[in-house]
Structures are given as structure tokens and as C-alpha cells.
């Protein structure tokens, strides 16, 4: 994952000389959780695509999506699951726009698989695993680069989980992220 990190922030800061700095609508980028209240699933990757859709001074609007994908623990019984966050944020941008603030809210949604351990000649089968719920992100990205960023955030997901046989539970969870990303 390390090489696919590299390589993709070698890949794009060849293309982002090529662009326009006045006109940065698009954000791609990758983070990793440092943190998890998650027992099932190990620290999240995130990868995210932003679009702004305006700008006022140094205030914007953009809407995005995110993506997490959660490596399982117990591969055994657990499937990883990918997990999508749609969403719309504001940012302020500072210190000459090498700076921004962002605070984003959105919905979260996921789906996993629970494989049961067979016991003698009982088998069940296996179960569908939902979790949905909306999500508060604060962070703040830091332009190394005209073109290219370093972001932190705190993303907090309010979730519910229900399960194939009828029961749920709350699910919530924070993550702090740290990532990099380009804009053009």
C-alpha cells in the first residue's frame, strides 16, 4: 500500500505543473486512520474525491465522496468491507491559501459479510452485515505545493448496524485521519 501511495503522489504532482493554481476544483486523495473503535476491523484507509462548486474570497463550498476501506481482523468470519461517505463541506483558506479549514457532514453506509464457524454437522449461513448513519468531518490541509496537500481530519461516523437476523446496535466511531492529496 506504501508503493501505491508513492505512486500516486508522484503521478499527479507531474501532471499538477501543468494547471491552472487559480482554478483548484478538483481534490483526490488517500489518508490513513490512526485511530479505531472498531473490534471486527483494523485502522481504515480512506480515499476521497472533492468538487467545489463555489468560491466566495476565501470561503467554499464543495460536495464529495469518500470511500473507507476496512481490512478484517478475523478474516475467518468477517469480510472486509468498503464503506462509502457522500458529503458536502465549507472551507476557509488562509495564510495566502496555503491553508484551509474544512468542516464537512454527509451519509455513511456499508455492507459486510458474516461467515459462521461450522459446529459439527450444524452449518448456518452466512449473514449480511449493514451499517448506515451520517458523519462529521473537521480537518485541516496544509498545501505543500501549489497543487499538492497534506490533510488531517477527524471524521466521526454515527451508525447503526443491523444484522440479517433482525438485531442492531449503535456503531460509533472516530477516526483520525492523516493523508496526502493533490487538487487541480
Known amino acids: 500500500m506504501k508503493n501505491v501511495i508513492i505512486a500516486f503522489i508522484l503521478m499527479f504532482s507531474v501532471l499538477s505543473f501543468a494547471q491552472d493554481n487559480s482554478n483548484k476544483k478538483f481534490q483526490f486523495g488517500i489518508a490513513y486512520s490512526l ?48 464503506g462509502f461517505n457522500p458529503n458536502v463541506s465549507a472551507s476557509y483558506y488562509f495564510l495566502q491559501e496555503k491553508m484551509n479549514t474544512y468542516f464537512g457532514l454527509g451519509y455513511y453506509f456499508d455492507n459486510a459479510t458474516f461467515k459462521p464457524t461450522q459446529l459439527g454437522l450444524f452449518t448456518s449461513p452466512n449473514q449480511s452485515i449493514k451499517t448506515s448513519g451520517f458523519t462529521i468531518a473537521s480537518g485541516l490541509k496544509y498545501f505543500v505545493h501549489p497543487n499538492i496537500f497534506i490533510d488531517t481530519n477527524l471524521t466521526i461516523i454515527l451508525a447503526k448496524t443491523k444484522y440479517e437476523s433482525g438485531t442492531s446496535e449503535s456503531n460509533n466511531n472516530a477516526y483520525f485521519n492523516i493523508g496526502a492529496g493533490v487538487a487541480f
Not at 35 to 46: C, L, V
Not at 53 to 78: E, H, M, P, R
Open 35 to 82: 485511530t479505531s473503535d472498531a473490534i471486527m476491523y483494523k485502522n481504515p484507509f480512506s480515499f476521497y474525491a472533492d468538487y467545489q462548486l463555489k468560491k466566495w474570497n476565501d470561503v467554499s463550498i464543495s460536495t464529495g465522496l469518500k470511500s473507507f476501506y476496512y481490512s478484517s481482523k478475523n478474516s475467518t468470519n468477517f469480510s472486509n468491507k468498503l
